[in-house]
């Protein structure tokens, strides 16, 4: 898995690329907590992330919390079909805001601080 790394509008972009699984898992925590020590409001760009795994998702969850207990969030963007069906089987979308393009997510996080 390739994960990048980018600022915008005062909100991290983490840039998903391959498959998200138990090996890449330990990979994502480390570049999240990267990117959780400059903001808390996190987007989680899903467009190149093929497939889903159990570790994968549990990871996104835990990311959630830290982003949350940081006083921030996630937003994913995105979320091809297989990667998709992962969140819907587990009903882990309710707990998730998805967005079909970037500027849509951002825009909400600017709706939400009221600016």
């Known amino acids: 898995m390739e994960i990048n790394f980018y600022e915008k509008n005062k909100v991290g972009v ?3 690329n391959g498959r998200l ?9 480390r570049k999240f907590e990267q990117c959780v020590s400059t903001t808390p409001f996190i987007i989680f760009d899903m467009k ?3 497939f889903i795994d159990s570790t994968g998702l549990g990871m ?8 949350s207990q940081a006083g921030g969030d996630i937003r ?11 969140f819907d089987i587990t ?19 600017e709706l939400e601080s009221g600016t």
């Open 14 to 16: 983490l840039e998903l």
């Open 76 to 86: 994913l963007v995105s979320l091809q079909d297989k990667p998709k069906m992962v």
């Open 21 to 29: 699984d138990s090996y890449s898992a330990p990979e994502l925590k």
């Open 48 to 50: 190149g992330c093929e």
């Open 91 to 109: 009903r882990a979308y309710k707990i998730f805001q998805f967005f079909e393009s970037m500027e849509a997510a951002l825009d909400s996080y």
């Open 60 to 67: 996104i969850v835990a990311c959630l919390k830290a982003a």
